[in-house]
């Protein structure tokens, strides 16, 4: 099973709209989550990174959230643009190895 | 500062071909991984280096693929010979050592393997 899951696993959103994705892990002991962008046949770009003690973090228009008692996370966009469409992936980091577990993706297609 | 440099950025070969991939850290990053990525999942580690030398390979099918970083700098990654199912998309990615392999964990551009 996998350790980081995430949904929906795709979505199409009307551009100037919000969206939120799910990210749900069950890596321990935690170190941080990270939300990647990943434009297609591009390598992944990171958008926030959050540490235990962080429950908010934004980057522009993206937001992420994580609430580590109920290992959940989830990546908020704000008035969708076209070029916000790609796949979103969550990254999840194990304390002490630093082994990265990823999530599959959320594939986001924003129309106008 | 200059990103992770891959290359090619695409190649088509037939299989049962050989393959080759570069890839160039972030100058001063000690560890460096190679990913594969196959249409709609998530990135698998292949390889882990720290210098020159193999943290982390567990994943890495050792019949075909290959992988080495010789001075502790660029590395490269074969495939030989090729099969259909390794079509994807192979980043490397490099990070600092210490706490700094958080705020530092830099991929790739990728290249997309197509074996016909």
């Known amino acids: 099973k996998n350790q980081v899951e995430q949904s929906p696993q795709s979505l199409i959103i009307l551009e100037g709209k919000n969206c939120t994705l799910q990210?749900?892990?069950?890596?321990?002991?935690?170190?941080?989550l990270r939300w990647y962008k990943q434009d297609t046949g591009r390598g992944p770009v990171s958008l926030t990174i959050m540490t235990f003690s962080e429950n908010t973090k934004s980057n522009g228009r993206y937001t992420a959230t994580l609430d580590a008692d109920t290992k959940q996370s989830s990546l908020h966009i704000t008035a969708s643009q076209l070029s916000d469409s790609a796949s979103y992936i969550c990254v999840v980091t194990a304390w002490g190895n630093n082994r990265l577990a990823f999530g599959k993706g959320n594939q986001v297609v924003v129309i106008p | 500062e200059a990103g992770v440099a891959q290359s090619p950025r695409y190649k088509i070969i037939e299989k049962r071909q050989s393959v080759a991939f570069w890839c160039n850290p972030i100058s001063g990053h000690a560890t460096l991984y190679w990913y594969q990525q196959i249409l709609g999942q998530g990135p698998k580690l292949l390889i882990q280096f720290q210098n020159n030398g193999v943290v982390d390979d567990s994943q890495l099918p050792k019949d075909r693929f290959s992988a080495e970083r010789l001075k502790g700098v660029d590395s490269t990654l074969k495939i030989q010979p090729a099969k259909l199912e390794d079509s994807a998309v192979y980043l490397c990615a490099s990070s600092p050592v210490g706490s700094g392999i958080n705020y530092g964990y830099t991929f790739g551009s990728g290249t997309r393997l197509t074996v016909v």
């Open positions: 990210c749900n892990y069950t890596v321990s002991p935690f170190s941080n």
